[in-house]
């Protein structure tokens, strides 16, 4: 659950910048910009490209909607397939998707309303379907813990070389990177330790070679060189403002981002990145795909410069709404 203040504050930063990134067709209208035209998906808070159906998205409601995933073409918007998980007890707070190296979807159940106080989270693993067809597939449950306590979660990533689960915490003052066991095992915790320093995350993704991380939050996204299981150097990255930003993750051939929003009838939007196609995330999406930045040939216009620096106080007056809010409970 989101307050109604983080909403409407990311809503009024979309209008206050008017920003429409570009859209980019890749011939047959795959993997560019699109919307979700499902109405029992309101609160898609999840995405994942898919590497054997072309140009389709994995996606999933956040809490109170059950065991489900659902597959999205983005040629369409339309939903292709719909897989019930068994095998799993009553999802509780459903925030990430992610695909893995051995061809498994991996659905994380590690969302914390309360801020924390659950002593163990979930995550689901399941095969990727081979048909795109309604179906039920069982599912295997994994218990999760974290080393330093219980924390609130939305990003959980899958190494697509090592297959090593990621975790990223979610708090206003920056959370944490925490690195799951070599392997998943059932029967047991799954202890996941902290590795790195984070700012407020709501989603995140590995490029396809592994090499890059790139992390979102409502009002930004950063991207990360990823080497030896830790984090590098950063940068900023170009993201769209949407109504609520939840989601992100790379095409299946590292050529875009695309990032996602919660809502009914939600877009999904494609942000290029810079030498398209090689997998290689390093470096951010070109200046046209996307609003939530400047760049030097902005330099002498004004009223960009203007329009930017009302974003950013705008961000800054509601991020102390909130703290302020939560001072109060």
Known sequence: MRSLLTVSAA?????????VPAV?????????????????????????????????????????????????????????????????????????ISLGPDGNLYVGDIGDN???????????????PE??????VRATQFDV???????????????????????????????????????????????FRRVGEVP???????????????????FSARGYVF??????ADHAIRAPFQGQSESVTYTADGS?????????????VRVEVEGGGSGDGSKAPSPGGGGGGTSSEDDGDSAKTTATGGVVAGAVVVLALVAARRRRK
């Open 145 to 191: 813990t974290y080393a330093d306590g219980a924390r609130n979660a939305e990003a959980l990533m899958v190494h697509p070389v090592t297959g090593r689960v990621y975790i990223a915490s979610k708090n206003e003052d920056g959370g944490g990177l925490y690195e799951g066991p070599p392997k998943l095992t059932t029967g047991g915790n799954n202890v």
């Open 24 to 96: 980019a067709d890749d011939g047959d209208g795959a993997d560019r910009t699109f919307t979700i035209e499902d109405p029992r998906i309101t609160e898609s808070s999840g995405l994942a490209a898919s590497r054997i159906h072309p140009g389709i998205y994995w996606t999933h409601n956040d809490s109170d909607d059950g065991p489900y995933v659902y597959g999205i073409d983005s040629r369409t918007g339309k939903t292709v397939a719909t897989i019930t998980m068994t095998g799993v007890g009553e999802p509780r707070d459903v925030e990430a």
């Open 11 to 19: 809503a009024a930063l979309l209008f206050l910048t008017g920003a």
């Open 256 to 268: 875009a981002l695309m990032f996602g929003s919660e809502g009914k009838y939600s877009e999904v």
């Open 227 to 232: 080497e030896n299981g830790r984090l590098g």
């Open 131 to 136: 048909k795109l067809a309604d179906a039920t």
């Open 200 to 218: 407020w995350v709501t989603d995140g993704a590995f490029s396809p070679d592994g090499r890059n991380l790139v992390l979102r939050s409502y």
């Open 114 to 128: 309360l801020d924390g106080t659950w002593d163990h989270v979930w995550i689901y693993r399941f095969p990727e």
